[in-house]
């Protein structure tokens, strides 16, 4: 984006240099890349003119530049003579965007160009060099010497398209005070063409017709800024389209009116329906395109480009005028297919003001009767501007919370009022409505990024309050929480993209891929179903470059399916190779099933579980392989990865993995707190059960466990198979009395715990 100082102060009164204001716009968010004078042609006189040898229309013209000695020019033009006064072009001025150099002509050095009206952008004649009156003062420059401002803009600011925008923040930054500018009024009766919007990416289009128009140039000023940011002045009909573009960031189009046949169309085109742009290029263009048409066919790609038929020409005696808005995702994708980047196709495909196709259109007609003459014979408005029903709610004390500083409610209250927002104020919250024009502005996060940049970061950080990171402050993140445990444990947490590939989906699990309609790359073709495809690409590229032992996890959205809702926010961990590195003080061993099972125990702050250890899914070893269960509810699986995976994604270290389908299953944050020693010592006593084969032993005692509260404990300590299918587990528990106990206490427990295995297990007690 380029603007020159002139052109700011049309909208903001300051005495500030233009260092000062670039300063405070890179302060405020409008990182400035350059202030520069552009070097300008200057007038000279010819004081010599002699024929180039060997050349017919070729002279070597030495030139009163006003510098001192002459300044030897090789010049072809016709009417280069001794005493005529011309404009100069020396090495560095920039014309008709190519930079001027000395260099040899046909072996004779030349330093400098002199210029013709169309290379100075002040008409198409180049018939010869321009002729300068008598009275010019040599070396003077022919051309305004204007500063020109050139900055980047990130796609979230479109507001700083448009000068206005810019001057809106300056003002608002103190820079300043804003000066708006009324648009004339639109005349009530209807062009007598009309409009039909026949999609709904076109919420409003307007049109205004001028007839009798004598094309002419632009006035000076508008020539001369649109010259010093790169464009060269056409005539006044196109330069007042462009100049709107920049003043305000309306994008705006120019129509022959007598080229046009019947009414105006925005309608989405026919698939492989054909179109050429002003430019003389065919286009094939589909059904996701937005288009401008009449009754002959395309007028204009809609946002991008206008078309070949129905272009301004210098013979243009009536024209229409375009004002619209258009969805900025379809012009951004209508943009990309064809291959083009316009000044129109760059602001709308980041969102334009829609409040602006009316005076814009105003705008653009006064500066074009005022040049070229003409009737305004009428305005058709279809449709109307779009509205977005934007409320943030938001207290003062936000930003405090979010910065690190306290900065006065009244001071938050006059930086957004400066900006453009609307503040409802009830009881200590704030309603607030962003300005239209301020697309980027939805939460309350980006209401502090906007005072903050205003009241200054300078200041922020010289008095912020750098609040340490407490683990155990309490918040409500409980993925944070389930972060800082794995993390504790010696993980390391990786984050991948949230697109997955659908072979290896189909590796992994049985469940249904989410295919992602416009993929980045070819092997990210879903959303992702889980997180495991991403950590095991992480093993296998590690393993590749000689890292194979590995302690991952992550923690992150997977998608069940296209529509809202589908989503949850899933965990899973990976350890590979070794658990330690090779010591003299003791052997290293490799990782197994049991180290993530115990990662995923660790995570259950003591709440208690069976293990099932049937029905393996694709991804784990038939036979390395548990479920973590609480009643009929899957907590966590846990297993060792399948050598048919492993296989098919080249890895060969041994991998272990535990996943979480949903960190809710987790439960919420427990804080360890001191528990003093107990009063009573514990209390153990044994069982053995026959049961069938088939049942784990992991059913019985977490049976056991579940038979008393004060039973803390159970472990495993003989099991035996039987004859007929049978075989005999025999367990301890450990109770923790809360009181003295007596017989008959221990007894009621004992009893307890027989019933619950021998009804939910289908076990006897065994008496010998």
Known sequence: MKWTYDWLKDYLKTDATADAIADTLTRTGLEIDDV?????????????????????????????????????VVCGAPNARVGLISALALPGCVIDGHEIQSGKLRGVMSNGMMCSEKELGISDNHDGIIELPADTVIGAPVMSTETVFEAGITPNRP???????????????????????????????????????????????????????????????????????????KNAPIDATNYVCFDMG????????????????????????????????????????????????????????????????????????????????????SAKRAGISTDASYRYERGIDPTLTGPALATAARI??????????????????PVRDIKIKYTPDMF???????????????????????????????ALTPPVRRVDIEIPETVIADIARIYGYDKIAA???????????????HALDIKRALAARGLNECRSYAFGNSKTEELLTDHRSVPVANPIVSDLDTARGDLLGGLLMAVS???????????????????????????????????????????????????DIYDVKADIVSLLAGQRFTVAT?????????????????????????????????????????????IVDDINNIPARHIAKYTPAAEFPPITRDFAFITDSATPAANIVGTAMSASRLITDAVVFDAFDLSQNEKSIAFTITICPDKNMTDADLMEIQNAVISAVEKKCGAKIRDK
């Not at 288009?291 to 272009?311: F, T």
């Not at 008095?463 to 993140?477: G, K």
């Open 614 to 658: 049937d029905n393996a899914p694709r991804w784990a070893h038939p036979y390395r392989y548990g479920r973590i269960m609480q009643g009929k509810k899957v907590i966590a699986e846990f297993g060792e990865l399948s050598p048919i995976v492993a296989r098919a994604l080249r890895i060969k270290t041994r991998v272990c993995v535990a």
């Open 250 to 333: 309306q994008p705006m189009h120019c129509f022959d009116a007598d080229e046009i046949v019947g009414d105006i169309t925005v309608r989405m085109a026919t698939e492989s329906e054909e179109f050429t742009d002003l430019f003389g290029t065919a286009h094939k263009l589909t059904t996701a395109d937005i288009v401008i048409a009449d009754d002959a066919g395309i007028l204009a790609l809609a946002g991008v480009v206008g078309g070949a038929r129905g272009m301004t020409t210098d013979a243009t005696k009536n024209i229409l005028l375009e004002s619209a808005y258009f969805d900025p995702v379809s012009v951004r994708k």
């Open 541 to 591: 590229n590690n393993e590749k470059r000689g890292y194979p032992d590995l302690n991952l996890f992550e923690v992150g959205t997977v998608f069940d399916g296209d529509i809202p809702g589908a989503q949850r926010t899933a965990m899973t961990l990976v350890r590979t190779g070794m658990t330690g590195p090779r010591h003299w003080a003791g052997r290293t061993r490799g990782v």
């Open 400 to 430: 405090a919370r979010k910065m690190g500083i306290d900065v006065p409610a009244d001071t938050q209250m006059n930086i957004l009022k400066s900006l453009g927002y609307d503040i409802a104020v009830r009881g200590g919250a704030w």
């Open 463 to 477: 008095t912020a309050t750098h609040r340490p990171c407490n683990p155990v402050a309490p918040h409500a993140d």
């Open 159 to 233: 507001d700083y398209l448009a000068v206005r925008g810019i001057a809106q923040d300056l003002a608002a930054a103190g820079i300043g005070e804003y000066t708006s500018h009324d648009a004339p009024a639109l005349p009530e009766c209807p062009a007598s063409r009309g409009v039909n919007i026949l999609t709904e990416k076109c919420p409003v289009y307007r049109l205004m017709e001028i007839r009798g128009i004598k094309m002419a140039a632009s006035n000076d000023v508008i020539a001369r800024r649109l010259r010093a940011i790169g464009i060269n002045p």
């Open 368 to 385: 074009i009767t005022s040049v070229c003459g003409g009737d305004i014979v009428g305005a058709t408005t279809s449709g109307k501007n």
């Open 36 to 72: 520069f004078a552009p070097v300008t042609p200057i007038a000279a006189q010819i004081i010599e003119c002699e024929p180039l040898p060997g050349s017919d229309h070729l002279h070597i013209l030495q030139v009163n530049d006003g510098r001192g000695a002459p300044r030897q």
